[in-house]
């Protein structure tokens, strides 16, 4: 009994996903900052090689730097997450979804599927066209690096990965908080001042602790060789699904006992 | 039918239902009455399992709303017609919840041609009137075909042909058999369309019945004009009734009926012009009922729950 329903509830996300204009704007900023920043960065990255210094071009990894437009494309990948149960309790629509499937879990649920599939697809899809643009813009000049080379491969798919990981975190986030512009603060905080407050941290402490950074993460997914205080890229991706799996439990627990 | 089961439901220190029961017996419409910030919304979404109580339940043929597995064939409701996503069409959202209790598309262009929204259904519902966002809401508690519908105050905001064309509308499903229950501010507007009201304020059950019974149960008037006025006001204080002057130099007496004041004038041998029994408006009898709603844990109306 419990599997069509959720198949019904996947349906009924779906339909709501995709016919409010907020999605297919969110995916479009997503796309424009992963592809247009990446070429903006290799495009700087390649006129300045010749004047770079020679330790940071023997540090120089053609991967990562192409991927880095996902960096800003992780606050819009959020926002879709946030804006995907926000917008119910800012219109009331909540209620109706909740009268058409009381049990909440399976909303949760479904709003995850749907969520997480589409992003990581629309991530894969653009994370795959920055790489392959910025190597393009990279030949001839810059070292490039190719699909088959160590750990590239593994780079570009764990990128998408971010992406769509960080899209769910987006709507845990606006699970628990409810409010749109409170749980959009939130998740900014997290990535941007998180790592702020960890420079102020000791030293000892800074080479623990900034690993954790949900943002130091994703470079740690995204670099072909992660350096030597960061996690290398499959524990970076369990500790941020840790974190987006908790978040969800925690959100899940909450729509169950909370007044709608 | 819809059974609400000595519920009590508290937000922080306020209550807003202390103990509540009462049957909404199927196949009739039910009118939902008292004030406003009574209950009744809150009534509405303790049935739905929106909101939970700290006592009690509310079922509807015999289940929670929780235990529904497809609730939208059980149960319609129009709680708040503007609660719809204003950037999606009428249509989208009529087929987004079609999709989440698996029932066709079909049946969602049924339903917008039932209330006359087929021309604007590919319009987004931030664009539509505030009649026009009832009648998407009543579309979509009809999507399910349900035998039981609730609607929270649904003429709130209508305009007059509104509010006769959602009149027509609940006596075509009352006809077909369904359970109805439709909460209101307004008597009147129930003495039109319920065949029977629950009166509740303050969070508490006051009485139920008939809008008929309710009004003749209320204390009537008496109005009376006479040779000597001030002679019969005495003679009816002493009786033990109340008197003021009404209109046109009449007297209208309280607390008793028309018969002891004509007893009372024939003894007195006071010649009598009129005699009127005064019949309470719904909108008197209402404020009576709910006037000192916090003295009333429950009424006679309450005996035959």
Not at chain 2, 232 to 254: K, N, W
Request: hydrophobic share 50%.
């Amino acid at each position: 009994m419990s599997e069509p329903t959720v198949r019904a509830a996947v349906r009924f996300e779906w339909v709501k996903f995709r016919t409010v204009r907020s999605t297919p704007i969110g995916y479009a900023v997503t796309v424009l900052l992963t592809i247009g920043l990446g070429i903006l960065i290799t495009f700087a990255i390649r006129s300045h090689w010749h004047t770079m210094d020679p330790i940071a071009r023997f540090a120089f990894d053609p991967v990562s730097t192409s991927l880095a437009g996902t960096l800003f494309a992780q606050f819009a990948v959020g926002v879709i997450g946030i804006l995907f149960i926000t917008s119910e309790y800012a219109s009331g629509s909540i209620r109706a979804t909740l009268a058409a499937i009381p049990q909440r879990w399976r909303v949760v649920t479904a709003k995850v599927l749907v969520l997480g599939v589409t992003t990581l697809i629309v991530s894969e899809v653009v994370v795959l066209a920055a790489f392959l643009i910025g190597q393009r813009i990279y030949a001839g000049v810059v070292p490039t690096a190719t699909l088959g080379g160590p750990g590239v491969a593994r780079s570009v798919i764990l990128g998408g990965a971010y992406l769509a990981l960080l899209a769910l975190l987006g709507l845990g986030l606006g699970l628990i908080i409810r409010h749109q512009s409170a749980a959009i603060s939130v998740y900014t905080s997290l990535l941007l001042i998180v790592p702020i407050i960890v420079i102020i941290l000791p030293s000892s402490w800074q080479n623990t602790v900034a690993r954790f950074e949900p943002s130091a993460l994703g470079r740690s997914m995204m670099s072909v060789t992660p350096s030597s205080n960061m996690f290398s890229a499959w524990p970076a991706t369990t500790v941020l699904a840790i974190y987006v799996a908790a978040i969800l439990v925690v959100a899940t627990v909450l729509i169950e006992r909370r007044d709608a | 039918m819809i059974v609400v089961d000595h519920v009590t439901k508290r937000y922080g220190h306020t209550v807003a239902l202390r103990d509540l029961s009462f049957e909404v017996p199927a196949g009739v419409i039910t009118g939902f009455l008292g004030p406003n910030g009574s209950g009744k919304s809150t009534t509405m979404r303790v049935i739905m399992g929106l909101d939970a109580p700290q006592q009690g339940r509310a079922t509807i043929n015999g289940k929670t709303y929780r235990e529904l597995s497809s609730p939208l064939h059980e149960v319609g409701a129009l709680l708040d017609a503007k609660s719809v996503h204003p950037g999606r069409t009428a249509r989208n959202h009529l087929r987004a919840m079609a999709a989440s209790n698996g029932i066709s598309r079909s049946r969602c262009d049924d339903v917008l041609e039932f209330v006359g929204l087929t021309a604007v259904a590919n319009r987004r519902v931030g664009e539509f009137s505030l009649g026009m966002s009832q009648r998407l809401g009543i579309a979509v508690a009809l999507l399910g075909d349900p035998g039981v519908l609730l609607f929270d105050e649904p003429i709130n905001g209508l305009d007059p042909e509104g509010i006769r064309w959602i009149r027509e509308v609940f006596r075509t499903l009352a006809a077909e058999g369904r359970t109805i229950l439709v909460s209101s501010h307004l008597m009147s507007e129930m003495a039109l369309t319920a065949d029977q009201v629950i009166v509740i304020g303050r969070g508490s059950f006051i009485t139920r019945g008939t809008v008929d019974d309710l009004t003749s149960a209320a204390a009537q008037d008496v109005l009376v004009r006479s040779q000597d006025n001030a002679r019969l006001a005495d003679a009816i204080s002493a009786a033990g009734g109340t008197t003021s002057p009404g209109p046109g130099g009449s007297l209208q007496v309280a607390v008793l009926d028309a018969a002891t004041v004509g007893q009372l004038a024939l003894r007195e041998s006071i010649a009598l012009s009129e005699l009127t029994p005064v019949r309470a408006s719904l909108e008197d009898v209402f404020m009576e009922l709910t006037a000192s709603a916090t003295d009333y844990t429950s009424s006679p109306g309450a005996a035959d729950v």
